[in-house]
């Protein structure tokens, strides 16, 4: 289903390696200021691990953010990527701490001497740089270039060359916009001019809906041609919605090697006798922190719930006055709602278990 991989360079990020032949790697970004950590905190973000998710970004506008990242990163269960903008003594702090990579923007650093510096301190602690170029956030000498993706492209290449002009080639270059054609035309440009892993995204792409349909369409069409080496699908919305969003894109793509179970769910009509939004999404959250090669019907009514029940491993339905359990094509179960539901968890945990031992 996938052409061919391009081949990039591979980049270390924490314990994750990029590029190359590496999986696709799952990204988001904190969505909120931190001024605290917090056993809340930690445990939000080490669930997105349990969804899919491979490393998280904050932003840092403040010196005191990285402070406090920095005591947060060793508490986490996967790579912390800090974001700066502007003022490069943010960054070289950020590089006292264990965290696994810098999204700078040499451009809004300013003087070569203050990226030189971040350069040199990343290169010793072996921590790469992300060159970061938004199409909100071009360069002026390349506001009025008339061909938006070049421009992208063309401001990502000069921001690589102030690094690699000082010797520093442990780089991931991302070219974003909010439109996502010019994405896309930046993105295969980008590919054809540089060696470097592109880290795919289409940015403020809008709530949930519209983000995760772009998202699908072109940043899918991206990867079906074999380029992207880490994603992040951008939502204004729950970060675990991206997470979600992305490992779903991934796998439908048949790349994201980790299987996930697939969730099979009626839109419900008149006919229902059983809940199945409210269902669903109870169970949906739990269905990508397991590991299987299986799938798992929610149906409203007998119409057609037996029938995708004998397509499912695991499958509820609504039947009348009745709701029934199904393992295959047995009908093992059948009661109210209430007690269907509990024993279809029950079942559902066997199944997670039987899988991880599989
Ligand atoms: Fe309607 Fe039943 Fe089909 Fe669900 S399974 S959409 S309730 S007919």
């Given at each position: 289903m996938v052409q061919k991989r391009r081949i990039s360079r591979v980049?270390?990020?924490?314990?994750?390696?990029?590029?190359?032949s590496n999986p696709v790697a799952i990204q988001t970004m904190w969505d909120r200021p931190i001024n605290t950590i917090d056993d809340a905190l930690v445990t939000r973000i080490n669930n997105l691990k349990?969804?899919?998710?491979?490393?998280?970004?904050?932003?840092a506008p403040r010196l005191s953010d990285v402070e406090l990242l920095g005591a947060l990163a060793p508490q986490l269960k996967m790579p912390l990527i800090v974001d700066i903008h502007f003022d490069y003594r943010i960054a070289l702090r950020a590089l006292d701490f264990p965290i696994a990579k810098l999204r700078i923007n040499p451009g809004n650093i300013g003087m070569e001497r203050k990226v030189f510096e971040v350069a040199t301190k990343a290169k010793d602690k072996g921590v790469p740089i992300r060159i970061g170029v938004n199409g909100g956030s071009l360069l002026s000498s390349l506001k009025d270039e008339p061909?938006?993706?070049?421009?992208?492209v063309q401001s990502a290449l000069d921001e690589v060359e102030v690094l690699?002009?000082?010797?520093?080639?442990n780089i991931v270059i991302s070219v974003k916009d909010s439109n996502p054609e010019y994405v896309d035309e930046a993105v295969r440009l980008l590919a054809k001019s540089c060696d470097y892993p592109i880290h795919l995204g289409i940015t403020e792409a809008g709530?949930?809906?519209?983000?995760i349909t772009q998202s699908a369409f072109y940043l899918g069409g991206l990867l079906k041609d074999g380029i992207g080496d880490t994603i992040r699908i951008s939502i204004s919305d729950r970060i675990e919605y991206e997470v979600m969003a992305a490992r779903q894109l991934l796998s439908l793509l048949k790349i994201d090697e980790r299987r996930m179970p697939k969730l099979v769910s009626c839109p419900?009509?008149?006919?229902?006798?059983?809940?199945?939004h409210y269902f669903a999404q109870k169970i949906e959250e739990r269905l990508y922190g397991m590991q299987g090669d299986f799938t798992v019907a929610v149906m409203g009514?007998?119409?057609?719930g037996p029938g995708e029940a004998g397509h499912a491993d695991l499958a509820i339905t609504g039947a009348g006055n009745k709701v029934f359990v199904y393992r295959k094509e047995e009908r093992i179960?059948?009661?109210d709602a209430q007690e269907a539901e509990r024993f279809f968890l029950e079942q559902l945990t066997l199944l997670e278990e039987a899988s991880m031992h599989a």
């Amino acid at each position: 289903m996938v052409q061919k991989r391009r081949i990039s360079r591979v980049v270390q990020i924490g314990d994750i390696a990029i590029g190359g032949s590496n999986p696709v790697a799952i990204q988001t970004m904190w969505d909120r200021p931190i001024n605290t950590i917090d056993d809340a905190l930690v445990t939000r973000i080490n669930n997105l691990k349990e969804l899919g998710c491979d490393a998280i970004r904050f932003g840092a506008p403040r010196l005191s953010d990285v402070e406090l990242l920095g005591a947060l990163a060793p508490q986490l269960k996967m790579p912390l990527i800090v974001d700066i903008h502007f003022d490069y003594r943010i960054a070289l702090r950020a590089l006292d701490f264990p965290i696994a990579k810098l999204r700078i923007n040499p451009g809004n650093i300013g003087m070569e001497r203050k990226v030189f510096e971040v350069a040199t301190k990343a290169k010793d602690k072996g921590v790469p740089i992300r060159i970061g170029v938004n199409g909100g956030s071009l360069l002026s000498s390349l506001k009025d270039e008339p061909n938006r993706a070049k421009a992208l492209v063309q401001s990502a290449l000069d921001e690589v060359e102030v690094l690699e002009r000082i010797g520093f080639e442990n780089i991931v270059i991302s070219v974003k916009d909010s439109n996502p054609e010019y994405v896309d035309e930046a993105v295969r440009l980008l590919a054809k001019s540089c060696d470097y892993p592109i880290h795919l995204g289409i940015t403020e792409a809008g709530t949930l809906i519209p983000a995760i349909t772009q998202s699908a369409f072109y940043l899918g069409g991206l990867l079906k041609d074999g380029i992207g080496d880490t994603i992040r699908i951008s939502i204004s919305d729950r970060i675990e919605y991206e997470v979600m969003a992305a490992r779903q894109l991934l796998s439908l793509l048949k790349i994201d090697e980790r299987r996930m179970p697939k969730l099979v769910s009626c839109p419900l009509c008149a006919r229902n006798s059983f809940d199945t939004h409210y269902f669903a999404q109870k169970i949906e959250e739990r269905l990508y922190g397991m590991q299987g090669d299986f799938t798992v019907a929610v149906m409203g009514c007998v119409v057609n719930g037996p029938g995708e029940a004998g397509h499912a491993d695991l499958a509820i339905t609504g039947a009348g006055n009745k709701v029934f359990v199904y393992r295959k094509e047995e009908r093992i179960f059948s009661g109210d709602a209430q007690e269907a539901e509990r024993f279809f968890l029950e079942q559902l945990t066997l199944l997670e278990e039987a899988s991880m031992h599989a």
